[in-house]
Structures are given as structure tokens and as C-alpha cells.
């Protein structure tokens, strides 16, 4: 359980410091990856579909069934983190999966794929993350082969439980492993920034400030 007063003042680069002080320096999705609405945050944790690519439908099979399964099992705080593998051609998220997630009060979503129906996700103020807008249908295109499995999105490793954090600044992912350690590492940089911010403010000078502090 994250301290809901660090929670309030988490951000991406805060949580990229902390990684990289922990070691973890390859955390941060690329600059690609951005939020459909910029003034929301996005925090849980990950629950993952990988998708492939196909190119039709054989007679009586549904290709929303695992994504239906996933989403019909999302569970309060989850984020669906949905990857492509590079895909061109999916849209994976959109507003009728947007409004069964968020009633069952999932966090959010990031793909490195595509989202459509943008004004209805916005309307119910849905932390989505994305890496394009197009109206494709991901029938006949593409279809999840496997849920709650370890995926790359965006060159990112995500695996099930890993705490993904979202911002207007982009998004990190946090395996569980590390966690305990890079939130204690951000709580105290955040200490250490409050303090350089302080002093910062009075017309302190940079290098004298950073002399103290470490922070820049």
C-alpha cells in the first residue's frame, strides 16, 4: 500500500530518478507514448494482454474473447496495459471498453498501440496512454493471444503487479521487486528537492544549492 500523501505528489520524473538511483535505468516508455488527456494521472497496477497481428476472422471464432476476459476481470486500481509489438495496424482501446473499465474502477490504460472514439474515453475522464489516434477496429487485424503474461510495450518490460505510473511528462513502469526501494528512493528525494526549492526561491545560487542538496 503506497502512503496516500507520497502517492498525491508522485511524478514520472521524480519516479525515473528513483529508478535510475535503484539501478533500473530503462524504465521510462519513450516520448512516443502519450496521454489522450494531459491533465489526468494514471497509477495502478498492471494487468497485460499481449496482441499479434492477423489477417481475417475463420468462421465462428470471436477475437474479443480474451480481451473481453480481461476486461470483464479488471479489479479496482488495475491498469490493462495492452501491447502491439509494434503493430501499425491496431486500435486495441476505445469508449465501450473505456466505460467497462472504468466501472469496475480500473486506473487507466496504456498501449503502444492506437485509441479511437477519443471524445467518448475523454468524456469519462479515463487516464488512457497511447502511441496514435486512428479508427481502426482491431477485428480481423489483430487479437490478444495471451492476458496477464510479461510483455513489451514500447520497448518496456511489463509484467503483471508492476506499479505504472502516468503523466503529462510520460510513463514509468516499477517491477515489484524494486518497488519498496525506488518509493523510499523518491520520498527522500522529494525532500531533498522541497529543500532546493526553498532556497532556490530566497536567490540561492545553483551550485550552491546543489552543493548542499544533490539535486538539480
Not at 1 to 25: E, F, H, Q, T
Amino acid at each position: 500500500m503506497i502512503d496516500p500523501a507520497l502517492l498525491a505528489r508522485l511524478n514520472a520524473p521524480l519516479l525515473s530518478d528513483s529508478l535510475d538511483a535503484c539501478g533500473a535505468r530503462h524504465q521510462a516508455l519513450p516520448p512516443r507514448i502519450r496521454p489522450l488527456d494531459e491533465d489526468l494521472v494514471m497509477v495502478g497496477r498492471a494487468r497485460t494482454g499481449q496482441y499479434m497481428e492477423v489477417a481475417e476472422v475463420p468462421p465462428g471464432h470471436n477475437p474479443y474473447a480474451l480481451e473481453m476476459q480481461l476486461v470483464d476481470d479488471l479489479q479496482a486500481g488495475e491498469v490493462v496495459v495492452l501491447a502491439v509489438g509494434g503493430s501499425l495496424r491496431i486500435a486495441p482501446w476505445g469508449g465501450l471498453l473505456t466505460t467497462a473499465a472504468k466501472a469496475r474502477g480500473a486506473a487507466g490504460c496504456l498501449t503502444d498501440g492506437y485509441v479511437r472514439d477519443v471524445r467518448q474515453v475523454r468524456a469519462r475522464q479515463f487516464p488512457v496512454f497511447h502511441a496514435g489516434i486512428g479508427p481502426l477496429d482491431s477485428q480481423g487485424r489483430g487479437e490478444i493471444r495471451a492476458i496477464d503474461v510479461p510483455c513489451t510495450v514500447a520497448g518496456v518490460l511489463v509484467a503483471p503487479g508492476d506499479l505504472v505510473f502516468g503523466d503529462i511528462d510520460g510513463i514509468v513502469v516499477i517491477p515489484r521487486a524494486l518497488e519498496d526501494a525506488v518509493l523510499a528512493a523518491a520520498a527522500e528525494k522529494l525532500s531533498r528537492e522541497d529543500s532546493t526549492m526553498a532556497e532556490l526561491e530566497r536567490g540561492a545560487k545553483l551550485a550552491e544549492v546543489f552543493a548542499r542538496h544533490g539535486v538539480l
